[in-house]
């Protein structure tokens, strides 16, 4: 067969995700172009997955024959999965808006500080519209998309990574946004600047140069609402009770401060602050925890402990939540609606 066979290759870099620091007013109800402002520097990895579950007749008998005689989809989902980016301010405070819910803002111009914790009064997710390119024919808005679980990695030089995972209502709009926001030009949380206070409550202990690596989770447990009535899409995304955990690792030194705490149940307090600018701070706050498990381990030659804990080790205590997130940006807000 003659040629050429050549094509236009599409590379992986080319790919564009544009956000919104706005929600949905309704389900079923994409945000307008104006809305999607933050053009999002991500690794190129995160893939957008339409799902179909079908019903065919090949289980059944009366056929005449062991293959399927008819099918169709009765089944739409979306899923986004791999998305993983450099810690922005911006883009902290967007993963931990749109998964936790709730955001207290503090401030009347830049920086402001938003506070995010669980919001706990609904059991119905938060929808945005996001925007993506994956080649140049394959442009489209997902409405109804909803943060699934949130991954923050604080490590000792670098940006503060952050993982995210979403879930969709299966609605999927093709078309181009008209034009792309520009790039904006971003400064970002670095681990380097990281400060770890940890110990008994009311007795923590700044473990600058001990303190090696933090990774966070943060889990909605979310998942779609279908019903009779709801044809081939999600009516809505609703989530489980909240879950969290977290790992840290400590270096050990020649008089325990580690071990004894897990050894003994002790009520402990956790604060990682990370300050990279006046408009680019992160902080996580755990006011009162057990450690779930603490293990002895090794970092070359250097032994280190690494503890964990999660939403069954750490209390709410007089109305505090058990984990919160503090993160002070130029974003005046999240989450009005659009």
Not at 19 to 27: G, T, V, Y
Not at 50 to 71: C, E, H, S, V
Not at 99 to 109: E, F, P, R, S
Not at 203 to 219: E, F, V
Request: aromatic content about 8%; proline content about 4%; glycine content about 10%.
């Amino acid at each position: 067969m003659p040629g050429p066979f050549n094509f236009e290759s599409q590379w992986k870099s080319a790919r564009n995700l544009v956000l919104s620091a706005n929600r949905q007013l309704a389900w079923n109800a994409a945000l307008a172009d104006a809305a999607l402002t933050q053009r999002q520097r991500f690794d190129g990895g995160a893939v957008l997955e339409l799902t179909k579950t079908r019903r065919t007749d090949i289980d059944y008998a009366g056929k005449g024959t062991a293959f399927a005689t008819n099918g169709q989809a009765t089944s739409f989902d979306t899923k986004l999965s791999g998305f993983k980016a450099e810690g922005s301010p911006w883009t902290l405070g967007w993963c931990l808006a749109f998964l936790m819910g709730k955001d207290t803002v503090v401030g009347a111009v830049s920086p402001y500080t938003h506070t995010f914790t669980f919001d706990e009064s609904t059991r119905t997710a938060v929808p945005t519209t996001i925007y993506m390119e994956d080649t140049e024919a394959l442009k489209y808005k997902v409405p109804d998309f909803c943060l699934s679980d949130v991954t923050i990695t604080i490590n000792e030089v670098g940006a503060v990574m952050v993982e995210m995972n979403g879930i969709g209502t299966g609605r999927q709009i093709m078309g181009a946004m008209a034009i792309l926001p520009a790039l904006a030009a971003e400064s970002y949380v670095l681990g380097s600047d990281a400060t770890l206070q940890f110990g008994p409550v009311g007795a923590l202990q700044n473990l600058t140069g001990r303190h090696m690596s933090t990774t966070l989770k943060l889990d909605n447990q979310a998942s779609v609402h279908k019903a009779p009535g709801g044809g081939q899409y999600g009516i809505f995304v609703r989530k489980g009770n909240p879950k969290f955990s977290l790992t840290t690792t400590i270096a050990a030194k020649d008089v325990d401060d580690v071990y004894l705490l897990h050894q003994n149940d002790t009520a402990s307090g956790y604060n990682l602050t990370v300050n990279s600018g006046a408009a680019a701070q992160l902080a996580i706050s755990i006011p009162q925890m057990q450690t779930k498990t603490t293990k002895l381990g090794f970092d070359g030659e250097m032994e280190v402990w690494q503890i964990e804990a999660d939403e069954t080790t750490c209390n709410q205590v007089a109305g505090v939540p058990p984990v919160s997130l503090q993160v002070i940006s130029a974003v005046a807000a999240y989450l009005v609606g659009a």
